[in-house]
Structure formats: structure tokens, C-alpha cells
């Protein structure tokens, strides 16, 4: 008889979302005619911007023809797309090679499938509250997990210290769900911390695009050491809207070597056996991205969604509730009132206001007592959702 991987029977279930669904199908089916203001989802709403859909086309037309028609791509990715990706980070002052540029398929594969580099007893640290990916294929991966709490206290930003045992360590800035976004110096601080151990750091860049302070890293290869420590991986999901189209990429510098093994040539082995390569029609979507027309547009539908959170921190604002995150990254994580759970606050706005958001408890247990809104609702939703939140919640 095959053993099924008996770590997934360790998985916890998976009931953020499903319960978030299941409390709004209920209050829908008791209350039909009732519009609900859905603040929690980590979904974009505005569509591929022109540039974009315009490369989409062409390369659909390129498909079309014998003389351009393209078969299997590059499993490590298109040259014209690696280098475009390169190219960006070299524009930010970044020295980052075509060849240490993977593309993927999204930051959710490359979460789950990167971990195939590591020993089985290398333990990962996870700062909570977190993204749930993390824990998750880690979990099904039998990978003993380090939880690091953080809070109020750090900003949401907690540093390494030596009692910490962990051989992988997550850091996703700008975070979600806390939009917390870690200054140089305290990264500074894990980039040492992982060469001095021979850690690896997973630096999740996923909501890079939504910095505005010029002082904030947007990539963990602005730092010193960070070639020998870290990898690097990033969507255009929520950049550039491909949460249905499916585009990401990966940087694995060469200088990353452990016990004298190369994560870029490991990697490489790794996708010209598992995968395929990502569709020449999507890569090309994605390398119009990177012309300056490109970064215009998705700056101008991420300039939406910043103003729709200052919609939200206006109204926070108001109501005297205490919140981090909005300015450089898409969600808000605010203190409930009253020292309400994050569930009851969760019923609460359902009840009260029909607005709906993502109760801080399903990042973590550390993050009971908080709440999540995201920025990625139409304006018309997010303004109607802040008056309503003003009006309740006001002191
Ligand atoms: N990393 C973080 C922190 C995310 O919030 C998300 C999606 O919400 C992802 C990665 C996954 O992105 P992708 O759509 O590229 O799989």
C-alpha cells in the first residue's frame, strides 16, 4: 500500500478564509438585499494595464505565424524577460545578473517548491503574524518551524537574536498583514545574523512596488552581505494586477553557496527537471511591465490603491484606533476596539456596517486582537466602507 506524507495530517485546518466565507454567506442569505464592502481581500480589483494587455496580444498574434510561433520556453525563463528584471534592479543601483533572475509562475509556487534546496532538518523561522503559506509548506514539508512573535512593541519588526535556531528565515516587507516594512538598518541586522549562522533568508519582495519612503529597501540586494545570505522572490500580482494571469521571479545570487553547493546552479537543476517554463505569451505580458511605459501605468493603478488607503487611515484616524501599514504597502492592521477578539470584531462589522475584513487572528496567534484591511477595493467600496466605519466606530 503507498504511505500517504503523513505531515499533512499536521497541517492546521485551513479555516481563515473558509470561515470568513461561510459567516458571509450567512449574513448574505439572511439579509439578500444587503451590499457588503469587502475590505479583506488580497485580491486586486483594476485589470491589466494597456501596456500589458497590449503585449499580451502581440504575442498571442506571434503564436499565430510559423515565423514567430514559440514552443517550450526556457525553463529558468525567457532572455528577454530575465534581463528586463535584471535591468530593473540595475536601474535601483542593484547588482543583480540575468542569470540569477528565475521567472516563475508567482511568489506562491516558488514559496512552496524553493524549499526543495534545503535538508529536511533545517529548521525556518517564521516572524508571525504571517503570511499563511509559510507555516503551511513547511508543515507538508516536515520541517520543524520556528514561531517568532512580534508586536505593538517592535513596530511589527522584531530583530534576530542568538537564541534564535533556525537554519531558513522568512521575512516578507512590506508585510502582509501587518504592512509593516523593515528599514535598512534592522535588516541589516538579519543579513548579519544569517551569514554569521549560515542561514538562508526568503526575502518575500511580493508588495515591493508599494513603497514610497525613498529610504526603505525595496529588495534585501540593497544591503551589504545579502548575496551570500539571501533569495529574493516577487510577484506581479499584486504590482501589476497578474493575480489571474501568473508571473513572478526569483533571485538567487551566485555568491549563495552552503557546504559547497550552489543555490543558483541547485536552482537551475531544479526547474529544468520540475518545470516546463512559464507560456511566452504571459513572459511577454510580463516584459512589458518593465518599459518605462509599463512602470507609468502600474504606478498609476497602485496610485489607486494607495489613495484608497488614505481613505481608510483617514477614517482610522477618526476613530482614535490604533493602526500600522497603508503608506507602503497595500493593508492596515489596526487594533480592535474594546479589546474585542478579532472574530467578535470580525461579526461586529458584518453586523453593524456590512463591511467585511480579515480577522488578525488567522496570521498567528499573536495576532489576536488585530484586524486587516486591504487597499485593493474599487474606490467607490473603500470611501463607502470608511464612512461607515467613521460613523460607528468614531469616538
Ligand atoms: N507572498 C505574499 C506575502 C502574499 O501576500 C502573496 C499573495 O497574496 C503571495 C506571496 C503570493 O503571490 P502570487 O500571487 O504571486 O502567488
Known amino acids: 500500500m503507498i504511505l500517504p506524507n503523513k505531515n499533512y495530517s499536521n497541517l492546521k485546518d485551513s479555516y481563515l478564509f473558509y470561515n470568513i466565507a461561510q459567516k458571509v454567506k450567512a449574513y448574505s442569505d439572511k439579509n439578500p438585499g ?20 497590449e503585449a499580451l496580444h502581440e504575442a498571442v498574434c506571434d503564436q499565430a505565424k510559423k515565423e514567430s510561433f514559440h514552443g517550450y520556453m526556457p525553463e529558468c525563463g525567457a532572455p528577454f524577460l530575465r534581463d528586463a528584471i535584471a535591468k530593473h534592479y540595475n536601474k535601483r543601483g542593484v547588482n543583480i545578473a540575468s542569470d540569477e533572475v528565475f521567472v516563475s509562475s508567482g511568489a506562491s509556487d516558488e514559496l512552496g517548491d524553493i524549499l526543495d534546496l534545503f535538508d529536511k532538518s533545517s529548521p525556518a523561522l517564521v516572524i508571525e503574524p504571517a503570511y499563511p503559506a509559510y507555516v503551511d509548506a513547511n508543515v507538508m514539508a516536515g520541517r520543524e518551524i ?10 511589527f519588526l522584531p530583530e534576530p537574536d542568538d537564541s534564535i535556531k533556525a537554519d531558513i528565515i522568512y521575512i516578507c516587507s512590506p508585510n502582509n498583514p501587518t504592512g509593516a516594512v523593515f528599514g535598512r538598518d ?16 526568503l526575502f518575500d519582495a511580493a508588495y515591493e512596488a508599494f513603497i514610497e519612503d525613498t529610504e526603505l529597501p525595496h529588495s534585501i540586494f540593497e544591503l551589504d552581505g545579502a548575496r551570500t545570505c539571501a533569495i529574493e522572490i516577487c510577484s506581479l500580482s499584486k504590482t501589476a494586477g497578474f493575480t489571474g494571469t501568473r508571473l513572478g521571479y526569483t533571485v538567487i545570487p551566485k555568491e549563495l553557496k552552503r557546504d559547497g553547493m550552489s543555490f543558483n546552479e541547485m536552482w537551475v537543476r531544479n526547474r529544468t527537471t520540475k518545470t516546463n517554463g512559464v507560456s511566452y505569451i504571459i513572459q511577454k505580458g510580463g516584459a512589458a511591465v518593465f518599459t518605462d511605459e509599463g512602470q507609468r501605468q502600474i504606478h498609476r493603478n497602485i496610485g489607486i490603491y494607495k489613495n484608497n488607503a488614505k481613505v481608510l487611515m483617514s477614517a482610522l484616524d477618526k476613530t482614535g484606533l490604533w493602526y500600522c501599514g497603508g503608506k507602503n504597502a497595500p ?5 480592535c476596539p474594546d479589546n474585542m477578539d478579532s472574530w467578535t470584531f470580525f461579526d461586529y462589522l458584518l453586523n453593524e456596517i456590512q463591511v467585511v475584513g480579515t ?3 488567522g496570521f498567528g496567534a499573536c495576532g489576536e486582537g488585530y484586524f486587516r484591511f486591504s487597499t485593493f477595493a474599487s474606490p467607490e467600496d473603500t470611501a463607502e466602507a470608511a464612512r461607515r466605519l467613521c460613523s460607528l466606530l468614531e469616538k
Do not use: Q
Not at 34 to 47: A, Q, T
Not at 186 to 201: H, Y
Not at 331 to 335: E, V
Open 331 to 335: 493593508y492596515i492592521w489596526l487594533k
Open 34 to 53: 444587503k451590499k457588503l464592502y469587502r475590505m479583506g481581500i488580497g485580491d486586486v480589483s483594476l485589470p491589466l494595464c494597456d501596456a500589458v494587455t
Open 186 to 201: 534592522k535588516l541589516k541586522k538579519w543579513v548579519d545574523f544569517a551569514n554569521k549562522n549560515g542561514a538562508v533568508i
Open 146 to 155: 520556528v514561531h517568532l512573535a512580534s508586536g505593538r512593541e517592535n513596530g
Open 359 to 361: 480577522p488578525g487572528e
